[in-house]
Every structure is written in C-alpha cells, then in structure tokens.
C-alpha cells in the first residue's frame, strides 16, 4: 500500500496575504485621519461665526463702556443677550457635531425666513463703523417657512 502526498510551500502566499492586510488596514486609517480633518475643518467653520458675532459683540459693549459718552443700560443689556444666544448657538453646533459623529443624522428645523434675514442683518451691522447704514428690508407679509440646520 503505498501513498502519495503533495506539499505546497504556502509562505509566499501568507506574506502576501500579510502584506495586503497591512495595506488595508494603513488605508483605513489614512481614511479615518481624513474624516476626522474633514470633521475638524467643518466644526471650525460652523464655530467660526456664533464666536466672531460674540466677539463683535462684547467689543461693542467695552468700546461703549471705554467711551466717554453716557451708556444705555438696556442697549448694552441688549447686545450682552445677544453675545450670549451666539455662545448658546456655539454650544448647540458641538452637540450637533457630536450626535452626529454618534449616528450619523443631522436635524433639520422648519424656521421663519424673515428670523433667518433678521440674524444675518443683525450680524452684519454689529460693528459700530456700520451705526450710520440704514438697512431697509421689504420681506411679504405671508409666512416663509425654509428648513435649516440651526
């Protein structure tokens, strides 16, 4: 009774393998490193803004402060609420980043137009080089209803 029997050197083929499972696995972390930039640029920009307006405002409110003329009260309260609701909105982009870092899902929130307009003139005139610009907006009475990532 006799037997035959084939051997087959397998070494070539399971540093191979090896070689393709590093490959693998350095492309995917060369793609996480890439979504995590991508997620850090994104994040910044989003803060970018709530903190420039609070910062613009709070530079109102000392410029008032630093002057030599009289300071309204309220108007300052006014300005500090509002360099507060920027702080808020700050604080709600990084929950939002961080929910959807968690599940992937975003919210979008059905909002007037006309307080979308309001915010962005709001923002744009808080510099006190623009208190001689008068902004004129004409919006249609009807409701505008437009979804937006708050």
Known sequence: MGSVGVFTDLRERVRMEQQLSLAQEQLLQKERKAVVAELAGAAAHELNQPLAATSNYL???????DSSTAVDPEQ????IEKARTQLLRAGDIIKRLRSFIS?????LREVELAQVIDGAIDFSLVRDR?????????LDTGPCRVSVDP
Do not use: F, I, Q
Request: charged share 40%; aromatic share 0%; net charge neutral.
């Open 59 to 65: 530079a109102v409110v000392s410029r008032r402060l």
């Open 76 to 79: 300052s309260r006014g300005v």
């Open 130 to 138: 623009h208190k001689d610009v008068e902004v004129d907006v004409h």
């Open 103 to 107: 599940d992937g899902k975003t919210e």
